[in-house]
């Protein structure tokens, strides 16, 4: 998702997301991986479609993605993988129950 913005019509007011497209998975990236890896390209910046928020049902982050033998510091721009569920909560803060408090 790029970005959100309003739209009004008359007296509703229509909440819309311009959300970049990407092609399907690398097939040969996603089976070694066993499933795990989803690398995808950007169809092409062209390739920009406004929808309703009301349609959207999941978000994603879409990270730059550099293959192993690319060069040190560059980055492929065209192709990027996919992660679900991106917060802060599940890597900064976990609940222990076999902590002990200082007395």
Avoid at 3 to 32: C, N, W
Avoid at 70 to 76: A, H, K, L, T, Y
Avoid at 82 to 101: A, F, G, R
Wanted: charged share 25%; aromatic share 8%.
């Amino acid at each position: 998702m790029l970005y959100f913005f309003a739209v009004h019509k008359g007296e509703a007011q229509h909440t819309l997301a311009a959300v970049k497209m990407f092609g399907v998975p690398d097939p040969s990236i996603l089976r070694e991986s066993y499933g795990t890896l989803c690398v995808c390209r950007v169809l092409g910046k062209e390739d920009i479609v406004v929808v309703d928020t009301k349609s959207l049902t999941d978000v994603v982050g879409m990270i730059p993605f550099r293959r192993p033998d690319q060069e040190q510091g560059g980055s492929n721009l065209e192709e990027f993988f996919s992660i679900e569920k991106m917060n802060l909560m599940t890597s900064s803060q976990t609940n222990d129950d076999n902590d002990v408090d200082d007395i």
